[in-house]
């Protein structure tokens, strides 16, 4: 499976972007797919997860909130709305896919950046 993330840009604090993850090859035995993002200095954090399904979005505290995690079954597209963004939210934010097991995050797209200013 190969992922592709858009949808990242320049936004205000207070302002929303929602960003895209399209999967396409073979989503065979996909379980889950992730929404990462790296911060300037800073180590990977978690944003959140969707099972493939589209059920049961799970997001960290550090966006718990302001984000909504959805997917778009026909299209195998995920999506990560973000709203209220703050200055910390600015990063490039990637998404990938996991199996049930082993639980290792794979096929990492690209990365979009998200850069919030005030």
């Known amino acids: 499976v190969q992922l592709q993330a858009s949808g990242g840009g320049l936004v205000q604090t207070g302002g929303s972007l929602r960003l895209s993850c399209a999967a396409s090859g073979s989503t065979l035995g996909i379980y889950a797919l992730g929404w990462f993002r790296r911060a300037p200095g800073k180590e990977r954090e978690y944003v959140g997860t969707?099972?493939?399904?589209?059920?049961?979005?799970h997001y960290g505290d550090s966006v718990k909130g302001r984000v909504t995690i959805s997917k778009d079954n026909a299209r195998d597209t995920v999506y990560l709305q973000m709203n209220n963004l703050q200055l910390e939210d600015t990063a490039v934010y990637y998404c990938a896919v996991r199996k049930n097991y082993p639980r290792d995050w794979f096929s990492w797209g690209q990365g979009t950046q998200v850069t919030v200013s005030s």
């Open positions: 969707i099972a493939w399904n589209g059920r049961n979005p």
